[in-house]
């Protein structure tokens, strides 16, 4: 990969944005990589969990703007061609969900600067650490357009909606203190070796637990969500009935109680329909 490195070491995946003299910007072989890893992770259930930190001076401070006057053209001359927009930002649009979607808890480590798309990224992630210097832009409208990947519509299930709205009407920074302070992130830093440090001791303590217990413990929160009360309550009698295991039970109390981390099956790999017989 040329935008990351990726490692998978004791169940623990670690993908690592890795162009740091660019930024981090997030141009059409960003989309293509990330895309990829992110769907051999969910395929393979190798990883329990998923940290993504950065390289250089920022996180990311976006999308490459070089890229809409270069590879892709945002045709606004015709209605057909102002249609296609939809279709670009739909594709878009899923490779941040499948961060979501993702079987496994994703933690983002985030220094410095996330600007723009960098914010629809982290917004699609279970857990956000953060350095003291770091801090949060919607940058979209500082360049006269709409944040479309994700920020407007997970932003607000994640913070004050007022402050999602002033941020988003006036482009301005939030500094990691606040967005502490909001619930925008879990934890943050005095430097990027104790954020990854923490994000990692994160992600160990997640890989102790069932994999599938974890796993379902991700889809009842998103579906509670994004659902009322009763609902959600009937979502999770029918995921616990399918994924409950009393071995999974006593196991996780015999650990707890020698103060060792739990022997579990991993998750089962997958496979799609349209590789089958190939």
């Not at 079987?103 to 723009?116: F, L, N, S």
């Amino acid at each position: 990969m040329n935008c990351f490195t990726l490692t998978v070491t004791d169940h623990i995946a670690h993908l690592v944005l890795n162009r740091p003299e660019a930024m981090n910007t997030m141009h059409p072989l960003f989309w293509r990589e990330l895309d990829a890893v992110l769907m051999q992770l969910h395929a393979s259930g190798e990883a329990r969990v998923l940290v993504i930190s950065s390289t250089g001076k920022h996180f990311s401070a976006g999308m490459a703007l070089e890229t809409f006057s270069g590879a892709v053209q945002l045709n606004d001359k015709t209605p057909e061609g102002r249609a296609a927009v939809f279709d670009l930002l739909t594709d878009m649009q899923a490779t941040f969900t499948k961060l979501e979607t993702l079987r496994i808890p994703v933690i983002a480590a985030i220094q410095g600067g996330c600007i723009g798309g960098a914010v629809d990224m982290v917004s699609a992630c279970c857990l956000r650490y953060a350095t003291r210097d770091a801090f949060f832009c919607i940058q979209e409208i500082n360049i006269g357009m709409v944040a479309d990947v994700g920020t407007l519509q997970r932003l607000p299930k994640l913070m004050p909606l007022g402050v999602v709205k002033e941020l988003a009407y006036t482009g301005r920074r939030l500094p990691a203190a606040q967005a502490l302070g909001y619930g925008l992130v879990n934890q943050v830093f005095d430097t990027p070796e104790a954020l990854l440090a923490a994000a990692l001791q994160t992600a160990q303590e997640i890989a102790t637990k069932p994999p599938v217990a974890i796993w379902g413990t991700k889809q009842a929160l998103h579906y509670a969500r994004d659902h009322g009360v009763d609902d959600a309550l009937k979502q999770m009698g029918w995921l616990q009935g399918a994924i409950w295991s009393n071995k999974h039970v006593l196991e996780a109390v015999t650990a707890m109680k020698e103060k060792r981390g739990g022997n579990f099956p991993p998750l089962a790999p997958l496979q799609s329909f349209k590789e089958i017989g190939q």
